[in-house]
């Protein structure tokens, strides 16, 4: 087991937090958690975690990830609904990389009972 802290900026380590939704032994019980695990999967660069948890209308045929691109923090400042108890919420975020940052309004679905990524909307 790795001891390394989870990229998705939770206190714990990768294994044990995002790890288990990579890996596919645990499903992100929140919208959150699900952004914060596909967060975690673009800094490792796992494309096809960040495929099969995009919902299947708004999801591209193939994703391509830049090698160069180096993600170096996540802050989450906002979140609507997106519990054990919703269909549907929001996670509002802001995700640093070498060079500047993205702030999005990201908007999740459950589809057959898994919390899916559907599209953002870019905020400045």
């Known amino acids: 087991m790795t001891t390394r802290t989870c990229p998705c900026g939770l206190p714990e380590p990768y294994d044990a937090c995002c790890g288990r939704f990579h890996s596919g032994t645990a499903a992100a019980p929140t919208a959150e958690a699900l952004m914060r695990s ?12 960040l495929l099969r948890t995009w919902h299947p209308r708004t999801r591209p ?4 990830l830049d090698p160069g691109m180096r993600w170096t923090g996540l802050e989450i400042l906002d979140r609507t609904d997106g519990s054990a108890f919703h269909q549907e919420g929001t996670v509002t975020f802001r995700a640093s990389y070498r060079g500047g940052s993205l702030h999005e ?13 559907v599209d953002g909307d870019f905020l400045e």
């Open 61 to 64: 045929a193939r994703l391509e």
């Open 105 to 117: 309004r990201s908007r999740f679905e459950r589809v057959d009972g898994a919390w899916v990524y």
């Open 38 to 49: 596909r967060y975690s999967a673009f800094v490792k660069g796992d494309a096809g975690y």
